[in-house]
């Protein structure tokens, strides 16, 4: 089960990662379903026991914020991903946001959601969270972010809250077989104030 909700948006409550079969499956699936490897650039598998140590260094991990996106039972789809509940409250995992790397000045932006919660808004309003939460409390000056060249859902969301591209690194990872280019983006706490009235 999902831990206590730390940002609360209005279709969407970001959720800690706790040390349970819930979050490990979640997380164990992302980095070995083939599908999500090629989207996320992820080659080698990832054992249990990795996945493990991944979640119990986003407890102790200062300088990174590691939540998983989650709907209530009203909202869900209700395809499966659910967690077993034994009468606690009806979560489901809808995909996470993580901002990591968070020294005094910037922090870098990642985030991912499963295919059938995909193009509802979702995404946008956990990465708004999160980039709100890291200008408001964590004082941030910079939040960064990447999106494979080809992804261009993830480049189109970026766009759309306001980061500027700046740039493009070719051919820069191998993943899934083949050399792939990322696309860099900024967005500056000002650029971010200056938007709020448009979103």
Partial sequence: MPGHVFLEGERVD??????????????????????????LGFDAPWPESRV?????????????TNLLVCLD?????????RPDGDGEENVEIAGAVNL????????????WLFDEYRGEGYATEAVSLVVDHAFERLGLHRIEAEAFTENEPS????????????????????????YRGRERYGLLEDE?????GTR
């Fill in 52 to 64: 493990e140590e991944f979640v119990a260094s986003t407890t102790t991990d200062d300088s990174s």
């Fill in 155 to 178: 480049r189109r969301l970026l766009d759309r809250l306001g980061f500027v591209h700046e740039g493009t690194a070719r051919e820069c990872r191998f993943a899934g077989g083949e």
């Fill in 14 to 39: 970001l959720r800690v990662v706790e040390q349970d079969d819930p979050d490990r499956t979640v997380l164990g699936h992302v980095r070995n379903d083939p599908e999500f490897r090629r989207t």
């Fill in 100 to 111: 990591f790397d968070v020294d005094r000045v910037a922090g870098t932006l990642s985030y």
């Fill in 73 to 81: 039972g009203d909202d869900a789809p209700g395809d499966g991903r």
């Fill in 192 to 196: 971010w104030r200056d938007e709020e």
